[in-house]
């Protein structure tokens, strides 16, 4: 069973610093592009950045500058990390992956993590 577990959320202050892992566990050969998004309550859920397997990197215009997202294939693992962080921040942060195939099967598509809350005060 493909699984993703994300972890690294917490309260921070306004102009802090934190920083998001999202492991993908299961039997997987191989996992292609990658995201993270969010969503404030009331709010829909937005893209915040997406990286392909080859680590091309996209972002929101609202991250630019203060996030950065990465990868490492051997852990399964995408990363975001988030600096100088604002109130408007403040959401719950879900992973995602496009697509993933397992060791003895075919493409799958879009998976979610279970969300990380990420609060920032001002």
């Known amino acids: 069973q493909v699984q993703l577990v994300e972890s690294g959320g917490g309260l921070v202050q306004a102009g802090g610093s934190l920083k998001l892992s999202c492991t993908v566990s299961?039997?997987?050969?191989?996992?292609?592009?990658m995201g993270w998004h969010r969503q404030a309550l009331g709010k829909q859920r937005e893209l915040v950045a997406a990286i392909t397997s080859s680590g091309s990197t996209n972002y929101a215009d609202f991250v630019k500058g203060r996030f950065t997202i990465s990868r490492d294939n051997t852990k399964k693992t995408v990363y975001l990390q988030m600096n100088s962080l604002k109130p408007e921040d403040t959401a719950v942060y879900y992973c995602?992956?496009?697509?993933?195939?397992?060791?003895?099967?075919?493409?799958?598509?879009?998976?979610w993590g279970q969300g990380t809350q990420v609060t920032v005060s001002s």
């Open positions: 995602n992956v496009k697509r993933l195939r397992r060791l003895f099967g075919g493409w799958e598509y879009d998976f």
């Open positions: 299961g039997s997987i050969a191989t996992i292609g592009d």
